[in-house]
DNA sequence: AGGAAAGTGGGGAAATGTGGGGTGAATTGG
DNA sequence: CCAATTCACCCCACATTTCCCCACTTTCCT
């Protein structure tokens, strides 16, 4: 199991492709280094996931999805916006142009390793998004490292 | 489980290294004595986290986070600044930039041992934090170890 | 006192992050 | 249906950072 943790800013290059911080690929099972699923994330960026963990997840909603109108509406909306993506030579990641386009994501990647997959900002998106919350980093972790335990 | 107790202040070199005191490397289990997590601490300090102590809390944060829009918030602010980090053949802490900014740390390091976890500070910062509690020891300990029993 | 462990410093090899060229496949438009 | 352009993917290049190992001094322990 992945355990995504850290942050960094990366460039994308004029082809699209950005490199995976590596701190982040030692976290994935070998087997898996080569292929992600990126798909559309929640709030404005994407979250890219090495195939194992991304096998993971599709277990889950094939298990847990009923044929509800409402979980119907959610499978097809991730499914159509999940694509694989193999890495180059480089452990580079091509970025699908819709995808790309949904994050606004032009020059540069603010990368942030979510537990079980790694999500992509656009960096100017996500100091808005940090903006837009009003709990400070202080009442956020009071909760989970301080608090009860 | 580890018990860090008692202080001390290192040197930082010039590639941002400091060797962990050995009196706090000896409360570790010897499986998770070469990999830590430092993450942002409350207040301007860092903690540092020995793996099984990591793990610990990390069970919790995904236990206790629901994909509500609130927790992505939450467990976005935690991974972001917690890194992982292999002590090298001498024991020592490669600190990450973005950790050592933060914390303010430049040549020395004040650590604290805090019972799961030990503490980063630099020892001005920890000076002001002291002359900003208007409490003393004696009254924050009467609550504490004299208060009930 | 002697040996071991702890704390500090630094050199050099390997890995990382970034750039670009070139070749074939796929897409587009005429 | 073919030609022109774009796109995806292979390879190579290179500066910088990271990591691994060796070395020296001081402190601790028996």
């Known amino acids: 199991?992945?355990?995504?943790?850290?942050?960094?800013?990366?460039?994308?290059?004029?082809?699209?492709r950005v490199s995976i911080p590596s701190k982040m690929?030692?976290?994935i099972e070998p087997e898996a280094r080569q292929t992600f699923v990126v798909t559309r994330g929640l709030e404005k960026c994407l979250h890219a996931y090495p195939l194992d963990?991304?096998?993971?997840?599709?277990?889950?909603i094939r298990s847990s999805t009923q044929s509800?109108?409402?979980?119907?509406?959610?499978?097809?909306?991730?499914?159509?916006w999940s694509e694989e993506v193999q890495l180059d030579s480089q452990f580079?990641?091509?970025?699908?142009?819709?995808l790309m386009d949904f994050a606004q994501i032009k020059k540069e990647?603010?990368?942030?390793?979510?537990l079980d997959h790694i999500e992509l900002w656009d960096p100017?998106?996500?100091?808005?998004y940090l903006a837009s919350k009003k709990d400070t980093y202080e009442k956020v972790a009071e909760h989970l490292i301080g608090g009860q335990r």
Chains 1, 2 share one sequence.
């Open 53 to 60: 963990e991304w096998k993971r997840l599709e277990a889950d």
């Open 92 to 98: 580079r990641l091509l970025i699908p142009r819709s």
């Open 1 to 16: 199991m992945s355990s995504f943790k850290g942050s960094d800013t990366y460039t994308v290059d004029a082809k699209g």
């Open 109 to 114: 990647v603010f990368f942030i390793g979510v």
């Open 25 to 27: 690929r030692k976290n």
């Open 68 to 80: 509800s109108e409402k979980d119907r509406f959610f499978v097809r909306m991730l499914m159509q």
């Open 124 to 128: 100017g998106n996500f100091k808005q």
